[in-house]
Structure formats: C-alpha cells, structure tokens
C-alpha cells in the first residue's frame, strides 16, 4: 500500500507498508488435566478464560470461573465436571466433561 502525504507548507513525503490480517476463528483447546494440591488444574493452548460447572447442561454464563490464563484451576470435587474456555475474541473451545474421583 503507498502513502502519499503535503503537508500546509507543500511540503510531500511518500511511504509504502504491508500488513497482514490474521484471523482467528477457532476457540482454545484443553492440551492438560490433573489434580494437584486440592484442585483441578486445566490448561490451554492460548490465553482464555475457562469455566466450570456440575451440571452436563453447561451454560457457559451461568457457571464458575476457573481463572483467565494458561493454567486454570478450580477446588476438587470427586464429581463430574463440565469445563469450557473461551479465548481472547470470545471464541468457545469444547465442552469437557472431567470425571473427578479419589483413589481410596
């Protein structure tokens, strides 16, 4: 793209730039799941914002933060879990049902 500016004082300058537009269309993936210290501990491929819930009709506006990040985390529970991230343009990733239990 050329850039032709005068200024008040006829004063003229010229430039040439390039851009590239990168599109990002798909939501985050959960790459990792465990549970350490008392938590459960996801992470993503990009930064987002994960959310939790018990109930398997998820409703991402209606459920628990796990944090914005990499690393989320949220307190355990041996019960389902069902955790969906959203990244930076509000792009959903899946939804994960995460079974929580104890080794007794």
């Known amino acids: 793209m050329n850039f032709y500016c005068v200024d008040a004082a006829r004063n003229n300058a010229t430039a040439t730039t390039s851009f ?3 599109i990002d269309d798909s939501g985050p993936q959960i790459t990792r799941i465990y549970k350490s210290g008392g938590g459960l501990n996801v992470f ?5 914002e994960c959310r ?3 109930n398997n009709n998820f409703d991402y506006d209606n459920s628990s933060s796990m944090g914005s990040g990499i690393e989320h985390s949220a307190a355990w529970e041996p019960v389902n879990y069902y955790v969906q991230c959203k990244d930076v343009y509000k792009n959903p990733g899946s939804i994960f049902r995460i079974r929580g239990y104890d080794l007794k």
């Open 44 to 48: 993503t491929n990009e930064y987002s």
């Open 52 to 54: 939790y819930g018990f």
């Open 20 to 22: 590239t537009v990168s």
